[in-house]
């Protein structure tokens, strides 16, 4: 038994608060937004939440109010769903990444419940341009900047959980204003994390890296061909902040390791990531480790490459060109999701 799922994508530039206005106004109808005020706390600590914005990314404060006149709801109400600031413990997700001087590949794992089902391709006036995958409307599960900076995020565990920032606000933060790896670590290493996540990173460099980060300590993995990122952590200092039980996380991370060893190309890794067959493809919807999306993108040339789970239609772009004007012709994307259990 197999169901489809779509995702819309979303192509806009201007201002952050006619962003946030567009994708409010596109959203007005859609279930993800009462799916977000059901989940997320009924009010947040505005003005703590603005302090961390105006350090790291000032301009998401003008798309957040733009997303609320969109929606036609207050700003506080807008914030408390969809800043990414203070928010409930979420169940776990899954997702799996490699990394070459070359390209970056991964494959998202969650449920289409708490799945936005929607691409974005942005281009704000006080930021750079970035194409990525939403989660809570305002933050990124994964993508790519015109910069050449592509980033993904990664589960880990609820120890040392506080209040804080998102994982997927913490990337839309670095997409918006890092341009290089090292800029990337640097605001990873300052940002206030709300929980335990690994966030798979590259750029145009060829400069590659992990980054680890816990609320209380965040370090950094590093070499200099390929890198693998999964839902534990692989530094020593880390590894009692894993959950329980990382068996499946340690034998995804074994298996992209066998791979980069076959010297694949961005294409062949792409097609291996997205085989409903492969070991780092998943059907466990219904516990929340269903593979959703797959996405790649490549150093030298800034293309990017997605589709979604058992899709037909694989989208592919230069994002150097989005940037500068150029519309990509599709709309939407499709997918097939099969459930099976653990």
């Known amino acids: 038994m ?14 952050s608060f006619d962003i946030g206005y567009s994708i409010g106004k596109q959203l007005k109808n859609n279930n993800i937004v009462n799916v977000y ?19 790291f990314a000032p301009h998401l404060i003008e798309e957040l109010k733009g997303i609320s006149e969109g929606l036609d709801i207050s700003y506080k109400e807008a914030a408390a769903i969809f800043s990414g600031y203070d928010i409930p413990k979420i169940d776990t997700m899954g997702c799996s990444a490699t990394i070459t001087n070359e390209y970056y590949v991964r494959n998202y794992d969650f449920t289409p419940l708490l799945y936005d089902h929607l691409f974005q391709l942005v281009d704000p006036e006080k930021s750079f341009a970035s194409a990525g995958y939403s989660q809570q409307v305002l933050g990124r599960i994964d993508g790519a900047n015109s910069e050449g900076l592509v980033i993904g995020l990664h589960f ?3 120890t040392e959980y506080q209040i804080g920032i998102s994982a997927w606000t913490a990337i839309r933060m670095v997409l918006d204003t890092c341009s ?3 800029q990337a670590v640097n605001m990873l290493k300052e ?18 890296a992990v980054v680890e980060a816990s609320p209380n300590k965040v370090v950094m993995r590093e070499h200099n061909s390929y890198l693998t990122c999964v839902n534990h952590f692989q530094n020593q200092d880390l590894h ?52 959703l999306h797959t996405f790649s993108y490549s150093f030298h040339d800034s ?15 230069y994002l150097k060109n989005w940037a500068n004007g150029e519309a990509i012709p599709e709309s939407i994307m499709s997918g097939k999701i099969e459930r099976e259990s653990i």
């Open 191 to 208: 940002i206030p994390h709300a929980a335990c996540y690994n966030f798979s990173i590259g750029d145009k460099s060829g400069d590659i």
């Open 303 to 317: 293309k990017v490459t997605t589709c979604l789970a058992q899709g037909d239609n694989v989208v592919s772009f």
């Open 156 to 158: 880990v565990s609820y």
């Open 240 to 291: 009692q902040k894993n959950r329980q039980h990382i068996e499946f996380s340690e034998k995804r991370n074994m298996h992209m390791q066998e791979l980069n060893k076959q010297g694949f190309s961005e294409k062949q890794m792409f097609e291996q990531f997205k085989d409903s067959h492969s070991p780092l493809f998943f059907k466990n919807y219904d516990d929340f480790f269903g593979t």
């Open 180 to 182: 290089s790896t090292s």
């Open 2 to 15: 197999s169901e489809s799922y779509e995702v819309d994508i979303f192509q806009c530039r201007g201002s």
């Open 37 to 55: 005020k059901e989940k997320m706390k009924p009010t947040i600590d505005i003005a703590n939440m603005e302090s961390i914005f105006t350090t």
